[in-house]
């Protein structure tokens, strides 16, 4: 089961840009589609964007449509969240995960998730 570790979290003033980092452990992560979930204070989980395993196909939820940006670097076995124009809404733990689903699909729900990373969290001051 593929092991993964987040970097790039913390604090920045709304407006602000956060680049997230997830690295995976083993070589075969072209083998799984990757997402992004966040959880915030008193919230349930919610996956907010996904990249499948080619990078074909990406997928983001309407609240950061315009704002973030996901990649993947199969080479590297890296997958990145690059996050502009942020808002206080956004401030929550931000969880990297991997489905080893079948298919290209770019989605992925809390049931899909093979592999969890630790969280790294994101806090976003107005």
């Known amino acids: 089961q593929v092991q993964l570790v987040e970097s790039g979290g913390g604090l920045v003033q709304a407006g602000g840009s956060l680049r997230l980092s997830c690295a995976a452990s083993e070589r075969s992560v072209s083998r799984y589609r990757m997402g992004w979930f966040r959880q915030a204070p008193g919230k349930e989980r919610e996956f907010v964007v996904g990249i499948s395993k080619t990078g074909t196909r990406t997928y983001y939820v309407d609240s950061v449509k315009g704002r973030f940006t996901i990649s993947r670097d199969n080479v590297k076995n890296k997958v990145y969240l690059q996050m502009n124009s942020l808002k206080a809404e956004d401030t929550a733990i931000y969880y990297c995960?991997?489905?080893?689903?079948?298919?290209?699909?770019?989605?992925?729900?809390?049931?899909?998730?093979?592999?969890w990373g630790q969280g790294t969290q994101v806090t976003v001051s107005s």
């Open positions: 995960a991997a489905s080893s689903g079948f298919g290209n699909s770019a989605t992925m729900t809390t049931w899909d998730v093979n592999s």
